[in-house]
DNA sequence: TTGTTTTATATCGTGCGCGATAAAAATATT
DNA sequence: AATATTTTTATCGCGCACGATATAAAACAA
């Protein structure tokens, strides 16, 4: 058969792709729980981190857009997650803070990593396997998240 | 500092996503070119390698639900890339089959697979460091596609 | 200072993904 | 045969992702 390297078997990208919604569905549960979605998960995770962030800083560290991250944070406003207020300093920049409910979410959050760990292992995934995944998952981030786009097609 | 598994660093469900939008993203100048986005570029792959298969079927085979993959096929109809009939042996499906035009597609198709393995090079990432996450992504889509949701949160 | 460029934010439109729901056809059960 | 269950398809609603576009503020240049 030609076309040989067109054969789904053969695709990086496509078990990329599937790994991601597949951890991602086994988040669900746990985030429905407190009424987020994984996205705003990451969102949160970033400001537990630090918290009163200008909109693109959090959007940066996910590596997203801002025109991805403005309507998300005006989403979780929405939820009394978090809420903003502008920058004296700068006044472009509108600077994204934890609200107490969003703070309190950190508790609840604490134990879905091990949650997700546990389920891992219940479905029959080796966590040293896993591991393995991390440096090169790194390694391939760094690589590919150059800014500078390719403008030529070859 | 507490809630160590809260970071961001910490966590594979994040590397995945991210990983995975990043590999998308490479692939988007070449699918623009020829019209079409990256999950229709998945459907094609599916109907390349086996022509005129019911829309669940397509969906299985890449992990998509029918609520997908159905909308999807229908855009994919009016790009003109696919086409459906009904089947006689089985009245509640619908087999979807490619147009011409559709088929035509494989063969400008064919060298994208090798114009991402350049650019990856370019960029920087090893080929040998790819592959070997192949087998560790294999290995947890395998463990983790497993229909029966979990029913209870621990 | 004035003009240009860059940066930060926001909005709009489109195509996913997916939970929820519905309807029709096939299959299984009684 | 009549009923119940499962399978296949479809639609709706919502929240992303992201390209394109717009605006205001800051940084830079002439």
Redesign the interface.
Known sequence: MA?E????R???????????????Q??E??LK?LGIT?TQY?VL??L??KDNQPVNDIGK???LGINTTSPLIKRMEVLGLVARHGNDADKRQQLVYLTPKGKQM?ED??N?????A???L?????PE??F???P??????S????KE??DT??
């Not at 690589?143 to 150059?146: D, F, G, H, N």
């Open positions: 076309y390297q067109l054969e789904l053969h695709q990086l990208c496509f078990r990329l792709y599937t790994a991601s919604r597949l951890i991602t086994a988040y549960p746990y729980a994984y990451l995770l970033v537990w981190e560290k996910l590596l950190k959050a604490a879905i990593p091990n949650c997700l546990k389920q891992m219940k479905s029959g995934v080796a396997e896993m393995k995944m991390i090169l998952l790194d390694e391939f981030i690589k590919m998240s150059t786009k390719q097609i070859e």
